[in-house]
């Protein structure tokens, strides 16, 4: 399938939550769901007397989550940090943010050389020591912490970069959902996300915020996703003056093909094989390199699973006539809501993955059809309520493919 980057500027704040409740905070995520997009653009048809045509229209399209950053020059993508990622528990942050006031002792990506561990261990290896990394400039235990990022590219130089996303308060006369009307001495706060976000560049400097994502589907199709966000506010209170967005396209190069990212994963975890077998108290026990080929689909949005209709944290996948369980993850728990503007409720609550789970699997089929199959999965999703936006995924995420520190 067609697979677009696309790019979203808020003009006004955006309020992308929803009301809890018995609450009277209406709070705001930090990324943009893709179906919120989906839901302007059915709006924008609506508001075009195209109402019987809306089911045809966003057929055969699915609107990724577009993931917050710093519009800034040279960007190569965004994403929820994976959970494989850690940092220094003194001085956290990355080492390349281009400002020196915001940079910390760096961030290691550990999957690969944990998976290495893993196999080794499994396959019979004993090491010495357990499976730990420290900082490298001052020695302290390494944690990871659930962020977005991007990076950028000027010159020869990557900066890697948090985002720094801020937040606009309001406080609202609450209107009732039954009769639409104001309900008496009834107020509540209201958090936007708001268009301004901090400049990687510091120095107290602000930047516009743009949130990025994939949109798959037919060109047309996206050509009228955008022309309609361009002219509908997203989000909740859209009514009262807020969510405002211009949307483009955008110029993302950071996700090679997926046949590359598999490629280079491989090479990767054959590195750390070799440099961990030469530790094995017997190396020559071991095979030179693993001899499967592995793969990884790390979550860019909360994941729902089941196993045999029970609630699970891992998924499992079905590739031609192979079954696959991971053989190794890093997860944690987290709860799916949300809330239907067609019967004004709060949907059934699930557990799920949180975005930035990582699972490897392994394959010892033939490679083409893992490719293909891997490509419908980036673009379908994985697991249930893909149509909501969960479980959208990413096969061998692009942090996890450099070794060193950044
Ligand atoms: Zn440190």
């Not at 995520?29 to 045509?53: D, F, H």
């Not at 399209?61 to 929820?80: D, H, K, M, T």
């Not at 094989?273 to 080929?293: H, K, V």
Request: aromatic share 10%; with cysteine; charged share 20%.
């Amino acid at each position: 399938m067609d697979v677009t980057w696309i790019q979203v500027e808020p003009i006004d704040p955006v309020v992308l939550g929803s009301v809890r409740a018995g609450s009277n905070f209406l709070s705001t995520q930090s990324y943009l769901p893709g179906r919120v997009l989906r839901g302007a653009w059915a709006e924008w048809l609506l508001a075009q007397g195209l109402k019987e045509s809306i089911p045809a229209r966003l057929d055969g399209v699915r609107i990724g989550n577009l993931f917050p950053c710093a519009e800034w020059q040279g960007l190569q993508y965004a994403s929820p940090l994976p959970m494989s990622a850690l940092s220094c528990k003194r001085e956290a942050g990355f080492r390349s943010e281009p400002s020196p006031a915001h940079r910390g002792h760096g961030v290691v990506d550990v999957l690969v050389a944990h998976l290495a561990y893993h196999l080794l261990s499994e396959r019979g290896a004993s090491f010495p020591v357990p499976f730990a990394i420290t900082c490298s400039e001052c020695g302290d235990r390494m944690e990871y912490s659930s962020l977005f990022y991007s990076v950028y590219r000027r010159g020869a130089q990557t900066h890697y970069s948090r985002t720094r996303e801020s937040y606009y308060t309001q406080t609202k006369v609450a209107i009732s959902r039954y009769r639409r009307a104001s309900v008496d001495r009834m107020l509540y706060n209201v958090t936007g996300l708001s268009p301004r976000c901090g400049s990687p560049e510091g120095r107290g400097s602000d930047a516009q915020l743009a949130l990025i994502g994939r949109v798959y589907g037919p060109s047309e199709k996206v050509e009228e996703l955008l022309a309609a966000l361009n002219t509908t506010p997203i989000g909740a209170l859209r009514t009262r003056g807020l969510g405002r967005v211009k949307a483009k396209y955008a110029s993302v190069s950071g996700f090679e093909p997926i046949e590359a990212r598999l490629t280079r994963f491989n090479a990767a975890l054959r590195e750390a094989w070799m440099d961990l077998r030469r530790l094995a108290p017997e190396p020559q026990d071991f095979r030179e390199s693993p001899r499967d080929t592995f793969f990884t689909v790390d979550l860019l949005s909360p994941g729902i699973f089941r196993q045999h209709g029970v609630p699970s944290l891992v998924p499992r996948l079905s590739i031609g006539a192979s079954f696959l369980k991971p053989v190794f993850w890093l997860t944690r728990p987290d709860l799916a809501s949300g809330w239907s503007t067609a019967w004004g409720l709060p949907k059934p609550t699930d557990l799920a993955a949180r975005a930035g789970s990582a699972y490897v699997f392994r394959w010892d089929g033939p490679p083409d059809q893992l490719v293909a199959a891997l490509e419908r999965l980036e673009s379908q999703g994985v697991g249930e309520r893909c149509d909501e936006g969960f479980g959208e995924c990413v096969i061998c995420h692009p942090f996890h493919l450099e070794m060193s520190e950044r």
